[in-house]
């Protein structure tokens, strides 16, 4: 397991393409999702949920997206209803974080929001402290709501992102990040 600081200074995301199994066992899964849904909640509201997408899931929830693309894009190749319904199956495991961030007398939805998002956070951090890479992707089934009614959401959910989660093939090369001259300034 690396280092704490180790891993954050050199978090980076996998590409999709490079993610393959063996992906998380069931107990590694619950570590995961055990260290996601501990953030920062006000009011303890627990504004996220996650959705596990394994298996067969991942193909039925292709076959889900599929069709409700096929519905919007009438025009639709076999080839562009092929990749949406391989979507989940690039990988072996996919996540949806859900938000479920709502009008409350205390707390408001941007603070719930963001517990969302500290969650897809920490559901990354985690899977990479496991050895695993991953990814977070928002892709057009976020934006979509008949998408996201075909993948069980609510009306009022959203997806937070879906964290893409394998072996790495290839090893992770740094990005150029901003200097902290350009991004810091002090009151």
């Known amino acids: 397991m690396p280092d704490a600081l180790d891993l954050l200074q050199t978090r980076r995301s ?21 260290i996601a849904s501990r953030v920062p909640d006000h009011g303890k509201l627990a504004p ?3 959705i596990v997408f394994e ?7 292709g076959m889900a997206l599929a069709d409700v693309y096929a519905e919007l894009n009438p025009d639709a190749s076999e080839k562009r209803l092929n990749e ?6 690039r990988v072996p495991l996919v996540v949806a974080v859900v938000s479920s961030a709502a009008p409350h007398v205390k707390i408001p939805e941007w ?6 998002a500290a969650a897809a956070e920490n559901l990354l951090l985690a899977a990479m402290a496991l050895g695993y890479g991953a990814t977070w992707i928002t892709e057009w089934p976020t934006y979509e709501p008949k ?3 075909a993948l069980g959401l609510a009306e009022h959910e959203r997806i937070t992102g879906f964290l893409y989660i394998g072996t790495a093939t290839q090893a992770l090369e740094d990005r150029p990040r901003p200097a902290l001259a350009d991004i810091v300034t002090r009151f």
């Open 111 to 116: 603070e719930q929001l963001l517990s969302s």
């Open 84 to 89: 949406e319904r391989g979507r989940f199956a």
């Open 147 to 149: 998408a996201r009614a």
């Open 55 to 61: 298996g067969e899931g991942r193909v039925r929830a």
């Open 48 to 50: 996220w949920r996650f």
């Open 14 to 34: 996998s590409r999709v393409v490079d993610l393959v199994l063996p992906g998380p066992s069931p107990e590694q899964l619950d570590i995961m999702l055990t």
